[in-house]
């Protein structure tokens, strides 16, 4: 069975630092796609990323950037002089197809607050 | 705008009263599937249906049933709900294959007394 492990469970660091999230990931798959999501306190579920399981390179948005490492299993994500409006759950996700259940496996999620 | 959306975005109900949550899509997407949200354990598939009149189990299907009457609504239905079904749901669609995508409504966050 497939599974997302996020082992931080909360993160509090102050404006203007950097932080990385991590996601370790379990599949038996070759082929896999990654997912970031963000959860502000509103509610919804905000899409960040998605990286297939054959493309290791790292990406960059704005402040934002992903390292995926097959070796480790492992998808983490750093934010780059951190901000308030950061302040979310993070939820990383794995993506299986399985007799045609097109389903994601969620991690536990990370909780980060900024503190001003 | 390619959207799923899900009504009501909140919801407070009593023991054993059933309520529906309706998810409708408008990407024609074949594959649609509803999660439950819960502290600690993130989100967990409830059904999932990969076209009209399939659906099937997820994860934590009791207490649940889903109808795929139409390609862009799923409804959740909940006949007799209990407390433990406290929970921020959310219907998510997709072309189907990791790769595309998924598209997720806004939530409903349900409350049972």
């Known amino acids: 069975a497939q599974k997302v492990t996020q082992a931080q469970t909360e993160i509090s660091v102050v404006e203007k630092e950097d932080v990385t999230l991590d996601c370790v990931y379990e599949t038996r798959d070759t082929t896999y796609y990654l997912f970031w999501y963000k959860q502000p306190p509103s509610g919804e579920l905000v899409f960040l990323i998605r990286?297939?399981?054959?493309?290791?390179q790292n990406e960059i948005s704005g402040r934002y950037s992903w390292n995926f490492q097959k070796s480790t299993s492992s998808f983490n994500f750093t934010i780059t002089a951190s901000q308030v409006v950061d302040s979310a759950v993070y939820f990383c996700a794995l993506s299986e197809t399985n007799f045609g259940n097109e389903k994601l496996t969620f991690g536990t999620g990370t909780r980060l607050t900024i503190i001003p | 705008e390619a959207q799923v959306t899900q009504n009501p975005r909140y919801l407070i109900t009593v023991t054993g009263k059933k309520l529906t949550v309706t998810c409708s899509q408008n990407m024609n997407h074949e594959y649609m599937s509803w999660y439950r949200q819960d502290p600690g354990l993130g989100l967990r598939q409830i059904y999932y249906s990969m076209n009209v009149e399939v659906t099937d189990k997820g994860d934590v299907p009791e207490g649940y049933k889903v109808s795929r009457k139409e390609k862009r609504n799923f409804p959740l239905i909940l006949e007799s709900p209990s407390p433990n079904q406290t929970s921020l749901y959310f219907c998510?669609?997709?072309?189907?294959?990791?790769?595309?995508?998924?598209?997720f409504g806004s939530g409903t966050r349900l409350t049972v007394v």
């Open positions: 998510a669609s997709t072309e189907g294959t990791g790769g595309s995508g998924y598209t």
């Open positions: 990286r297939n399981s054959f493309d290791e």
